[in-house]
């Protein structure tokens, strides 16, 4: 069984691709933007609204490119919260073709909770704490 719980169906574009004919890898974090977008709101952690209360802002991101994405290619982005600090998490991220399960990308991105209204890091809310750990049964 896959150690990732949610996972987010990605459109590629032909916007996406680059002059070589396969996506561009800056839209490797993109569609981890995309996929860990989902996964917030799925949890309830953030409403879709306005940006400014989605509590979260990136401190560190990384990618390891395993294969090339074709336009067309059926991909989704597994995403997962490996880790709860008091005002960071660690998440993962698995890009895999749908129809074969090749893994394409995988990466992972510190997350930090933050106001960004008085541009300034909190402690991870225990709402959230709570709804997270029960659903990646850390």
């Known amino acids: 069984m896959s150690e990732f719980r949610f996972y987010q169906p990605i459109t590629v574009r032909y ?30 952690l953030w409403d879709g609204g306005s940006f400014l209360d ?7 991101a990384r990618v390891s490119f395993r294969a090339p994405i074709l336009w067309g290619q059926p991909i ?18 698995l890009i895999e073709d749908i129809e074969t399960g090749q893994i394409l990308a995988d990466g992972s991105s510190v997350l930090v909770a933050y106001d960004y209204h008085t541009s300034s890091t909190i402690p991870i809310p225990d ?4 709804i997270i750990m029960a659903f990646e049964n850390l």
């Open 76 to 93: 989704q982005v597994g995403v997962r919260i490996a880790r709860l600090g008091t005002k960071s998490m660690d998440s993962f991220y």
């Open 127 to 130: 709402e959230w704490r709570e």
């Open 54 to 60: 989605i509590g979260m802002i990136m401190a560190d």
């Open 15 to 44: 916007g996406d691709l680059d002059p070589q004919g396969h996506v561009n890898n800056a839209r490797y974090l993109t569609f981890m933007e995309q996929a860990r977008i989902a996964y917030v709101k799925q949890l309830g």
